[in-house]
């Protein structure tokens, strides 16, 4: 069983950046694809970046995946933000060292584990 946690959320003016940390109970480094993922009131949950367990990864544009092998932790860093942003944020994991190539930014129903989500809210 994994757990994860995320944090970092909050409000930010339209063009500033933020940073989300997310928690995991795992080296997810070790065998694990993790992805984050967000999703706006009404619409569906949208993949926006993974990374794989040898670090490569797939990201939207103005977003950045990292991860701290030592903090057990993943990073997602935001820059340049708009309104279209603003949702729950979440960490994800499955045990599957590969995620799914160069393009891949993650599908929910491939993922097993969650977080409870971070909220971003960017303001005009």
């Known amino acids: 069983q994994v757990q994860l946690v995320e944090s970092g959320g909050g409000s930010v003016q339209s063009g500033g950046s933020l940073r989300l940390s997310c928690a995991a109970s795992v080296n997810t480094a070790d065998g694990y694809c993790m992805g984050w993922f967000r999703q706006a009131p009404g619409k569906e949950r949208e993949g926006v970046a993974t990374?794989?367990?040898d670090g490569s990864t797939s990201v939207k544009a103005r977003f950045t995946i990292s991860q701290d092998n030592a903090k057990n932790s993943l990073y997602l860093e935001m820059n340049s933000l708009k309104s279209e942003d603003t949702a729950m944020y979440y960490c994800?994991?499955?045990?599957?060292?590969?995620?799914?190539?160069?393009?891949?930014?993650?599908?929910?129903?491939?993922?097993?584990?969650w977080g409870q989500g971070t909220q971003v809210t960017v303001s005009s």
């Open positions: 994800a994991a499955v045990t599957d060292a590969h995620c799914g190539g160069a393009y891949y930014l993650g599908r929910p129903y491939d993922f097993t584990y």
């Open positions: 990374i794989d367990s």
